[in-house]
C-alpha cells in the first residue's frame, strides 16, 4: 500500500473554549494537489498551521510519512509555507528573498547561487535575480514566494489563499500555472481557497469542509456530480434544490410528481432532497416538460441565458439555456433520470459511501 505522506488522525484543534476543528481524520498522498475548500472561519488556516507545526493539535495524531510529528518543532518537518501575503522582504531584491533560509543554514555560496538559479528557472523567473520586489507585478511576487519555498526542497508545499489578492485575469493564469508547476515538479500541494471554480479546476482532490469538520472529500467530478447534502451542493456550483420522498429504489417524488431516477439504497418513502444543476436541464415545451415553470426573469450570461422560474409549489428553479424565454409564460423543463441527484438528510460521508457502494452492488 502506498504510504500516506500526511495523515491527520482525529484531530482536534480548541482556540478559548472553542472548537474550530472537530474530530479531523484524512490522508494525504504523495505527488498529488489537494485544496481545502470552505467559507471563511471553517478552519482551512488551522489545518495548514498544524501540518506546518506552527500550532500544536490538543487531540489526536499528525503523521508525516508514517511518523508523529505533534511534538516536533516546524523546522524540522519536510513542509513550507507560502502564504496570501507572500511574506516577502520588501528591502531584499528577487535573489535575496529566495536564498533567505539557505543562508540561514549556512549553505556555502556557491551551491546557495546554484540552488537560487535551479528554482528561479522552474518558476520561469531566470534573469530576474537583481529585481527589487517593489517592481514585480503581483503574479512574479507570487512566483517569487513559490520559489523561495521550493529552495528548501519540501516534500508538501503549503499554500493559503495565494491567489486572493489578484486580479480575475491574472488569477486564471496563475492557476493554471501553479498546476503545471504541481505536476511537473510532482510535489504535494495542500491549497486553501474560499473559490470553488478555482478548487475545481486545480485539484485532484478537494476537501469541503465547513464549521471545523470534513464534508465531504473527493476528485472535482466526485464532488460536483454527487454532493452529499445542501450545505456541498449549494457551496459548489449553482443548484436547485426541493424537498421530496424516495418513493423506492429509482422512484423519485417531487412537485407533486413521480420521476425516474438512479438512486437508491434508502427507506421507502423516505424524505429526502432533489437537486438538480441548471445546466442539466432544458427549456422545452408545456405539453413536452417534465416539470412547468412560470418565467420569473432572465439574465444573458454570455454562454447561456439564466431564466429563473418558479412551480405550481412555488419553487424556484434556475435554468442554464442558450434558448431565450419570455417572461411571464409557462415553458416545460426538461432532465434525465441520472441529472436527478438525491440527497439524504444528516448523511455523514462514510454512510453515503457504504450506501452506494452496496446500491451499486446490487443492481
Ligand atoms: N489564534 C487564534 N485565536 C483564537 N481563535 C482563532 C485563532 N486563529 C483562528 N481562530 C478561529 O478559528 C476558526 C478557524 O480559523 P481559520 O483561520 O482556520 O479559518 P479559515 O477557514 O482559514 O478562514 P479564512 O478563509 O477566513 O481564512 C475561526 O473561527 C477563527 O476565528
Same mark, same amino acid.
Given at each position: 500500500m502506498a504510504q500516506h505522506i500526511i495523515t491527520f488522525d482525529n484531530v482536534q484543534k480548541v482556540y478559548d473554549d472553542t472548537v &474550530?476543528?472537530?474530530n479531523v481524520s484524512f490522508e494525504i498522498e504523495q505527488g498529488k494537489f489537494y485544496t481545502l475548500l470552505g467559507?471563511? %472561519?471553517? %478552519?482551512k488556516t488551522t489545518i495548514l498551521r498544524l501540518i506546518a507545526g506552527f500550532i500544536e493539535a490538543d487531540q489526536g495524531d499528525i503523521r508525516l510519512e508514517g511518523k508523529? &510529528?505533534?511534538?516536533?518543532p516546524a523546522n524540522k518537518r519536510k513542509v513550507n509555507t507560502v502564504f496570501q501575503d507572500y511574506a516577502?522582504?520588501?528591502? @531584499?531584491?528577487v535573489f535575496d528573498n529566495v536564498a533567505f533560509g539557505l543562508t540561514i543554514k549556512k549553505m556555502p555560496k556557491m551551491e546557495i547561487e546554484k540552488k537560487v538559479k535551479d528554482v528561479l528557472r522552474m518558476v520561469q @523567473? #531566470? %534573469?530576474? $535575480?537583481?529585481? $527589487?520586489? #517593489? $517592481?514585480? #507585478?503581483g503574479g512574479q511576487r507570487q512566483r517569487v514566494a513559490i520559489a523561495r519555498a521550493l529552495a528548501n526542497e519540501p516534500e508538501v508545499l503549503l499554500l493559503d489563499?495565494?491567489? #486572493?489578492? @489578484?486580479d480575475l485575469k491574472l488569477r486564471t493564469d496563475m492557476q493554471y500555472e501553479l498546476r503545471e508547476l504541481q505536476q511537473r515538479l510532482g510535489i504535494t500541494f495542500i491549497f486553501v481557497t474560499h473559490d470553488q471554480e478555482e478548487a475545481l479546476a486545480m485539484s485532484d482532490e478537494i476537501f469541503v469542509l465547513n464549521k471545523g469538520e470534513i464534508i465531504q472529500s473527493g476528485t472535482p467530478v466526485d464532488i460536483y456530480d454527487e454532493p452529499i447534502n445542501r450545505f456541498v451542493a449549494d457551496f459548489i456550483g449553482e443548484s436547485n434544490i426541493v424537498d421530496g420522498l424516495m &418513493? $423506492?429504489?429509482?422512484v423519485v417524488q417531487f412537485v407533486g410528481h413521480q420521476f425516474e431516477c438512479v438512486d437508491g439504497g434508502m427507506r421507502p418513502n423516505e424524505p429526502i432532497e432533489v437537486m438538480i444543476r441548471p445546466e442539466d436541464m432544458s427549456l422545452t415545451t408545456v405539453e413536452k416538460g417534465k416539470l412547468i415553470i412560470k418565467v420569473d426573469s432572465q439574465l444573458f450570461r454570455g454562454v447561456h441565458y439564466e431564466i429563473v422560474g418558479y412551480d405550481a409549489e412555488g419553487n424556484e428553479w434556475v435554468v442554464h439555456s442558450t434558448r431565450k424565454a419570455i417572461e411571464g409564460t409557462e415553458v416545460g423543463l426538461f432532465f434525465e433520470p441520472e441529472d436527478i441527484h438525491v440527497m439524504r438528510f444528516n448523511e455523514s460521508e462514510e454512510d453515503f459511501d457504504a450506501r452506494l457502494e452496496s446500491y451499486e452492488e446490487e443492481v
Amino acid at each position: 500500500m502506498a504510504q500516506h505522506i500526511i495523515t491527520f488522525d482525529n484531530v482536534q484543534k480548541v482556540y478559548d473554549d472553542t472548537v &474550530v476543528l472537530k474530530n479531523v481524520s484524512f490522508e494525504i498522498e504523495q505527488g498529488k494537489f489537494y485544496t481545502l475548500l470552505g467559507p471563511s %472561519g471553517c %478552519g482551512k488556516t488551522t489545518i495548514l498551521r498544524l501540518i506546518a507545526g506552527f500550532i500544536e493539535a490538543d487531540q489526536g495524531d499528525i503523521r508525516l510519512e508514517g511518523k508523529r &510529528v505533534n511534538d516536533i518543532p516546524a523546522n524540522k518537518r519536510k513542509v513550507n509555507t507560502v502564504f496570501q501575503d507572500y511574506a516577502l522582504f520588501p528591502h @531584499l531584491n528577487v535573489f535575496d528573498n529566495v536564498a533567505f533560509g539557505l543562508t540561514i543554514k549556512k549553505m556555502p555560496k556557491m551551491e546557495i547561487e546554484k540552488k537560487v538559479k535551479d528554482v528561479l528557472r522552474m518558476v520561469q @523567473l #531566470s %534573469g530576474f $535575480e537583481d529585481r $527589487e520586489i #517593489s $517592481e514585480m #507585478s503581483g503574479g512574479q511576487r507570487q512566483r517569487v514566494a513559490i520559489a523561495r519555498a521550493l529552495a528548501n526542497e519540501p516534500e508538501v508545499l503549503l499554500l493559503d489563499e495565494p491567489l #486572493s489578492a @489578484l486580479d480575475l485575469k491574472l488569477r486564471t493564469d496563475m492557476q493554471y500555472e501553479l498546476r503545471e508547476l504541481q505536476q511537473r515538479l510532482g510535489i504535494t500541494f495542500i491549497f486553501v481557497t474560499h473559490d470553488q471554480e478555482e478548487a475545481l479546476a486545480m485539484s485532484d482532490e478537494i476537501f469541503v469542509l465547513n464549521k471545523g469538520e470534513i464534508i465531504q472529500s473527493g476528485t472535482p467530478v466526485d464532488i460536483y456530480d454527487e454532493p452529499i447534502n445542501r450545505f456541498v451542493a449549494d457551496f459548489i456550483g449553482e443548484s436547485n434544490i426541493v424537498d421530496g420522498l424516495m &418513493v $423506492e429504489d429509482n422512484v423519485v417524488q417531487f412537485v407533486g410528481h413521480q420521476f425516474e431516477c438512479v438512486d437508491g439504497g434508502m427507506r421507502p418513502n423516505e424524505p429526502i432532497e432533489v437537486m438538480i444543476r441548471p445546466e442539466d436541464m432544458s427549456l422545452t415545451t408545456v405539453e413536452k416538460g417534465k416539470l412547468i415553470i412560470k418565467v420569473d426573469s432572465q439574465l444573458f450570461r454570455g454562454v447561456h441565458y439564466e431564466i429563473v422560474g418558479y412551480d405550481a409549489e412555488g419553487n424556484e428553479w434556475v435554468v442554464h439555456s442558450t434558448r431565450k424565454a419570455i417572461e411571464g409564460t409557462e415553458v416545460g423543463l426538461f432532465f434525465e433520470p441520472e441529472d436527478i441527484h438525491v440527497m439524504r438528510f444528516n448523511e455523514s460521508e462514510e454512510d453515503f459511501d457504504a450506501r452506494l457502494e452496496s446500491y451499486e452492488e446490487e443492481v
